[in-house]
C-alpha cells in the first residue's frame, strides 16, 4: 500500500498544552499537505508545504517536511478543545498532468481536554 | 470561497439498489475532481479521479461498473453505487480542484450510505 503512515495513532492532552503529530510516507513527493477532519464531517485543509521546504507556519501550526527521512510533523501550540479532531497527512506525488492525486495517512485522533 | 456541497449528506438503501451520489461546487468552476471512501476510524482511500467531459479514472481495486462517476459539467460530478451492497456502506467523500490550482482540494462533507 502506497498510504502514509501516522503516529500517534491517538493523542489525549489538555488545553494550552502543545500537540505533535508525525507523518511518515514511502514515495518522492511534489508537496505534503496536513487536513483536519471532525468527526462524521469532511475535511479541511490546514496547510501544505513543498517538498523544497522545510518548515512552515500558519497561526499555530508549525508544519516540518524531512525529505530525506520521508517524514513531516505537525505541531498545534496552545491547544483548544475545539481543536479536537482528526489529522491526517497527504502526500502528492505528483502523478502528470493537472490532476494531483493526494495519498492519505493513516491519521492521528487528537483530542484536547478543557 | 470554494464551497463544495454533497447531496445527500445521509442515505439508507435496501441491498441490490442503486443510490446516486451528488458533488457541487458552488462558487467555482472545478477542472477535477475525486471520489474516496472511508471506513470508520480509517483514513480516505481515493476511489477515483474525474475530469470534465471524460471518463474517471479508477484507482487499482475500484469496480468501474459498480462505482458509475458522471462529470457532465465544470460544477457536478455524480457517483452511482450499483446495485448495492451492505459492504458498500461507507462514508463517501467528494473534492474539487481549481483551475489553474491543481494542488489544493476542497473537499465536501460526505455522505454517509447505509445499505440494509
Known amino acids: 500500500s502506497q498510504q502514509g503512515e501516522e503516529d500517534p495513532q491517538a493523542l489525549s492532552i489538555q488545553e494550552g498544552e502543545n500537540a505533535t503529530m508525525n507523518c511518515s510516507y514511502k514515495?518522492?513527493?511534489?508537496?505534503l499537505q496536513w487536513y483536519r477532519q471532525n468527526s462524521g464531517r469532511g475535511l479541511v485543509h490546514l496547510i501544505l508545504?513543498?517538498?523544497?521546504?522545510r518548515e512552515k507556519h500558519s497561526g499555530r501550526l508549525r508544519v516540518t517536511l524531512d525529505t530525506s527521512k520521508k517524514s513531516s510533523s505537525l505541531l498545534i501550540t496552545a491547544s483548544r478543545a475545539a481543536d479536537t479532531a482528526s489529522y491526517f497527512c497527504?502526500?502528492?506525488?505528483?502523478?502528470?498532468?493537472?490532476?494531483?492525486?493526494?495519498?492519505f495517512g493513516t491519521g492521528t485522533l487528537l483530542a484536547v481536554q478543557p | 470561497g470554494a464551497v463544495v456541497s454533497q447531496h445527500p449528506s445521509r442515505v439508507i438503501c435496501k441491498s441490490g439498489t442503486s443510490v446516486k451520489i451528488e458533488c457541487r461546487s458552488l462558487d467555482f468552476q472545478a477542472t477535477t475532481m475525486f471520489w474516496y471512501r472511508q471506513f470508520p476510524k480509517q483514513s480516505l482511500m481515493l476511489m477515483a479521479t474525474s475530469n470534465e467531459g471524460s471518463k474517471a479514472t479508477y484507482e487499482q481495486g475500484v469496480e468501474k461498473d459498480k462505482f458509475l462517476i458522471n462529470h457532465a459539467s465544470l460544477t457536478l460530478s455524480t457517483l452511482t453505487v450499483t446495485s448495492a451492497h451492505p459492504e458498500d456502506s461507507s462514508f463517501y467523500i467528494c473534492?474539487?480542484?481549481?483551475?489553474?490550482?491543481?494542488?489544493?482540494?476542497?473537499f465536501g462533507p460526505g455522505t454517509r450510505l447505509t445499505v440494509t
Open positions: 514515495t518522492s513527493i511534489n508537496n
Open positions: 473534492s474539487a480542484t481549481r483551475t489553474g490550482a491543481p494542488y489544493e482540494q476542497y
Open positions: 508545504i513543498r517538498s523544497n521546504e
Open positions: 497527504a502526500t502528492d506525488a505528483g502523478y502528470g498532468g493537472a490532476t494531483n492525486k493526494l495519498i
